[in-house]
């Protein structure tokens, strides 16, 4: 239900900024590279698909708000699953898929860049872990259907239409069913469990 809410309100934000002066939108498309804190593999070592939309509109002569809905490939590689050497510990990787909501809070340092922080939802789509064989089948889903996370980018403008977006974004809560399964809050402040990680590259096409 709540995903179905969210997807709404974005479209119908998207319609609004279409259609009034004070409102801009338009589409996202780019790469995301992403590892998972807690699965014992290290390296932003797992490319991904974003692609997406936005709209935007102005707080003032320094700040915007912009919201946006992307689907975005996230998980981790293991770059020595293959390796001969490692065989004996051929530590399994992770692939998930998400429809993601970021809101953001933009301030203008320029008239070609902007410094952007905000917060991120995102459901998901699918998730498994892989092994030498491929996708390792479970009749348990490894992944809890929602992440949470914070975000910071830097968004820099060259040409009328087009800018560059550079961002990363954290979990800020386990994305694991596993993760949940002790008892005790103090997992959480000791930062047990495991978290998605993203660095991303984007294009953004402005109407």
Not at 16 to 33: K, M, R, V, W, Y
Not at 190 to 206: D, E, M
Request: proline share 3%; charged share 15%.
């Amino acid at each position: 239900m709540i995903k179905k809410f969210t997807i709404l309100l974005f479209c119908g934000f998207l319609t609004l900024s279409i259609q009034a002066q004070n409102f801009g939108g338009g589409l996202i498309l780019g790469l995301s590279t992403s590892q998972v804190d807690g699965d014992d593999l290290g390296g932003f070592y797992k490319a991904g698909l974003l692609v997406g939309a936005f709209a935007n509109t102005s707080i003032s002569e320094l700040l915007s708000f912009q919201m946006e809905m992307t689907y975005i490939q996230k998980g981790s590689n293991n770059p020595n699953i293959n390796d001969s050497e490692h065989k004996n510990y051929p530590k399994e990787d992770i692939s998930s898929s998400y429809i993601e909501i970021p809101l953001l809070l933009q301030y203008h340092q320029s008239n070609i860049l902007k410094i952007e922080g905000g917060f991120l939802s995102a459901f998901l789509i699918d998730g498994y872990y892989n092994d030498l064989n491929g996708e390792m089948e479970s009749e348990i889903d490894p992944f809890i259907k929602y992440d949470f996370g914070l975000l910071l980018g830097i968004d820099y403008t060259f040409s009328n239409k087009l800018s560059l977006n550079t961002r990363l974004s954290n979990s800020i809560l386990p994305v694991g069913t596993e993760d949940y399964d002790y008892p005790n809050w103090w997992k959480w402040t000791n930062r047990k469990g495991k978290y998605n990680s993203v660095l991303s590259f984007a294009l953004h096409y402005n109407f």
